[in-house]
């Protein structure tokens, strides 16, 4: 009888525990055909010699195509144990989103508490994906990265992260990549320098704001600046500089009128130690952006938007205008269109796309001083 009523006692404990954890599976599925036109030609970094067009089916335009698991143990007394993992994938040729990665976004565990906040380690979207909540067109592929050339979207390794809770509608946010290197800055031995960045943010009914910092470490040397590689460990960021490492300083808003909703926002980069490394490479963008969102039924969203970036050292400066939307067909499925066009100066060579620097027919940049224009129609599904 006795060893019944304990059998009892612990399947019942089991049923408990079972019932204070759960684990989700979710995930976004994007794709489309964009349009673009003024794609230079050329090799190297010599001059372009012609202005090409394409016609592409591509994944994540509108938003990244990824699946993922998450899940919160309740361990009682108001903590809470999490994890993440996240991956990012392409609808149009079912590749990963990062060679050999499985989970390239995020790859967390950690500790929450309502009144003290959350604590996470591992890999995580880096802080200054923060710009997403204050970009009209929410960090779609022509949008905030572009004109940086993607500085404010990559991913962080070897993270440890804090999330406040609300305070009088201030929240906290950091970051703290270690470069896993002999050296505490990185010295060409791993794949990442260090990495580190706070936020603050105030919300209230009528509006939002959020001010930025972060750094990106060169992990050749660990500096801020300069061209990579030279071991070749990630050679994606050789020759990229100003848009690959740095400080960056950004300050954003949102104003909700009802039924719209107005944005905007100033991001400087700044690097040091790049003189002579990177000849007509900036060592300094500003990047100005502001838009409007109107939620025209609750079904249909139409956005416009300018975004302008200006470099020093001759980089000249460039403008993209664009304007678009969606229509959810349901809860979970939307279409979506984007028609967009960036104007460069005569020295200036910025795609649509968040291109790596150069005049290379590769990097599917205008030819140096022209413009490119596209336009792009898609579906995404969300799980």
């Known amino acids: 009888m006795k060893k019944a009523l304990l059998a009892a006692a612990l399947m019942s404990a089991g049923v408990v525990a079972h019932a204070q954890s759960s684990v989700t599976l979710y995930g976004r ?3 489309g055909v964009a349009y673009m036109n003024g794609i230079g030609t050329g090799g190297g970094t010599g001059a372009a010699t012609a202005g090409k067009s394409q016609v592409l089916l591509e994944s994540g335009y509108w938003g990244t195509s990824l699946w993922g698991l998450k899940g919160v143990e309740d361990i009682g007394g108001g903590n809470k144990v999490l994890f ?8 149009a040729t079912g590749s990963l989103g990062s060679a050999g990665s499985i989970w390239n976004r995020w790859a967390t565990v950690g500790m929450a508490n309502d009144n003290y906040g959350t604590l996470l380690l591992g ?8 710009i997403w909540d204050f970009d009209p067109f929410g960090q779609s592929n022509w949008s905030s990265a572009s004109l940086v050339r993607g500085r404010n979207w990559p991913q962080s390794s070897n993270n440890v992260s804090y999330q406040s809770p609300k305070w009088y509608g201030f929240d906290l946010y950091g970051q703290y990549s270690l470069s896993n290197a002999t050296s505490w800055n990185g010295n060409g031995t791993t794949s990442q320098g260090r990495e580190d960045g706070l936020q603050l943010t105030y919300t209230s009914s009528l509006f939002q704001v959020r001010g930025l910092y972060d750094e990106i470490r060169n992990p050749a040397n660990g500096t801020l600046g300069g ?3 030279p071991t070749g460990i990630n050679s994606g960021n050789t020759g990229q500089g100003v848009y690959a490492f740095g400080r960056d300083y950004m300050a954003m808003v949102n104003v909700f009128l009802g039924q719209f909703k107005v944005q905007g926002g100033f991001e400087a980069l700044r690097t040091s130690g790049m003189n002579g490394q990177l000849i007509g490479q900036p060592t300094a963008l500003d990047h100005e952006w502001g838009g409007v969102t109107w939620q025209a039924t609750p079904a249909a969203a139409l956005i416009a938007a300018v975004y302008h970036v200006n470099g020093n050292n001759g980089a000249g400066n460039a403008t993209l205008y664009t304007i678009g939307g969606s229509y959810n067909i349901s809860k ?3 279409f979506d269109l984007q028609v967009a066009t960036v104007q460069n100066s005569k020295t200036a060579n910025y795609g649509l796309n968040a291109n790596n620097y150069g005049t290379s027919a590769a990097t599917g940049n205008p030819l140096v001083g022209h413009s490119q224009t596209g336009v792009y129609a898609g579906i995404q599904h969300s799980f």
């Open 332 to 334: 979970r499925t939307l």
């Open 227 to 229: 061209a990579y590689d």
């Open 123 to 130: 890999r995580e979207l880096f802080i200054s994906n923060g």
């Open 29 to 31: 599925l994007d794709a």
């Open 84 to 91: 993440q993992l996240e991956g990012s994938f392409s609808t």
